[in-house]
């Protein structure tokens, strides 16, 4: 069974940094993507950030570049990070990860579509204040 593990939010004031992890067990291949959406109160999930397992391609919403990184933690292979730094108040939202098998998960030119991945973790509060 796959599961997906998010954690690391919380409570962070405007310009302060954090950062999210998203642990992933059960899966056996490693042609996959992974990606970070988050969704605010009242308005549409959205894809922020993701990268390709196998040649670690990766992508961000405009929003966040310059900002947010996603990266694989080097010494635990399964266990992906998405850092976050100067957060604004628009960045408030709950942060989910999943993991897509689809033919495009994540690509620079087309982004992130959330129908082509397959496992998603619980989410994970970040609130900005400012």
């Known amino acids: 069974e796959v599961q997906l593990q998010a954690s690391g939010g919380g409570l962070v004031q405007a310009g302060g940094s954090l950062s999210l992890s998203c642990e992933v067990s059960?899966?056996?291949?490693?042609?996959?993507?992974i990606g970070w959406f988050r969704q605010a109160p009242g308005k549409e999930r959205e894809g922020v950030s993701c990268?390709?397992?196998?040649?670690?391609?990766?992508?961000y919403t405009d929003s966040v570049k310059g900002r947010f990184t996603i990266s694989k933690r080097t010494n635990a292979m399964n266990t992906w990070i998405l850092q976050m730094n100067s957060l604004k108040s628009e960045d408030t939202a709950a942060y989910y990860c999943?993991?897509?098998?689809?033919?495009?998960?994540?690509?620079?030119?087309?982004?992130?579509?959330?129908?082509?991945?397959?496992?998603w973790g619980q989410g994970t509060l970040v609130t900005v204040s400012s």
């Open positions: 059960g899966f056996a291949f490693d042609d996959y993507a």
């Open positions: 999943a993991e897509g098998t689809g033919p495009n998960p994540c690509s620079v030119l087309t982004g992130m579509d959330p129908l082509e991945y397959d496992y």
């Open positions: 990268i390709t397992n196998r040649n670690g391609i990766t992508y």
